[in-house]
T-cell receptor
């Protein structure tokens, strides 16, 4: 597609439930990133994929968070046993390999609210 | 992880005024980028600076990368209401990961 697509745009879930957030990157972008943004803050790095593999998952806060990108395109961020503190906007971005020249293209995000 | 500090956190000015936003770190970045974000949307790339001392202009916006590649500034001349938004700086660590500052909220009143 022309841009990065994220679904759903909004998700409300109960504490303790499992959620999946989907990201469809720009066609041809091999690198895919997940960030989390809390109100009034800049995006916080979660995980980065180069192709199908997670090249850097150092930003995942704990083992309740997991992400996959099985075919090197669409990625799913999975959160188990959600907590109220997980409420935030989850942003996905994609880029050509060399981020320094071209930067990221972000999706509009998924606003997750845990009640 | 390297940290980026942005200042000011919030800026409210009248249309036609000039302003500067600063982004500082104690660490060196391979490149630095500026993004603008509007409510309900993802950040949109404005510019990438790579070389120490580099200056780039985008219409009324001027971006500068410090000589040591640790800091950057964004200067807006004759601000307009359409410039209102959240401005984010982001440093590229070696590799592909970007580290973002907390952002500067700019409000331009007409």
């Amino acid at each position: 597609g022309a841009g990065v697509s994220q679904t759903p745009s909004n998700k409300v879930t109960e504490k303790g439930k499992y959620v999946e957030l989907r990201c469809d990157p720009i066609s041809g972008h091999t690198a895919l990133y997940w960030y989390r943004q809390s109100l009034g803050q800049g995006p916080e790095f979660l995980i980065y994929f180069q192709g199908t593999g997670a090249a850097d998952d150092s930003g995942l806060p704990n083992d309740r968070f997991f992400a996959v990108r099985p075919e090197g395109s669409v990625s799913t961020l999975k959160i188990q046993r959600t907590e109220r503190g997980d409420s935030a906007v989850y942003l996905c971005a994609s880029s050509l390999t060399v981020v320094g020249d071209y930067g990221y293209t972000f999706g509009s995000g998924t606003r997750l609210t845990v009640v | 992880t390297q940290l980026l500090e942005q200042s000011p956190q919030f800026l409210s000015i009248q249309e036609g005024e000039n302003l500067t936003v600063y982004c500082n770190s104690s660490s060196v970045f391979s490149s630095l980028q500026w993004y603008r974000q509007e409510p309900g949307e993802g950040p949109v790339l404005l510019v990438t600076v790579v070389t120490g001392g580099e200056v780039k202009k985008l219409k009324r916006l001027t971006f500068q990368f410090g000589d040591a590649r640790k800091d950057s500034s964004l200067h807006i001349t004759a601000a307009q209401p359409g410039d209102t938004g959240l401005y984010l700086c982001a440093g590229a660590e070696y590799g592909n990961k970007l580290v973002f500052g907390a952002g500067t909220i700019l409000r331009v009143k007409s």
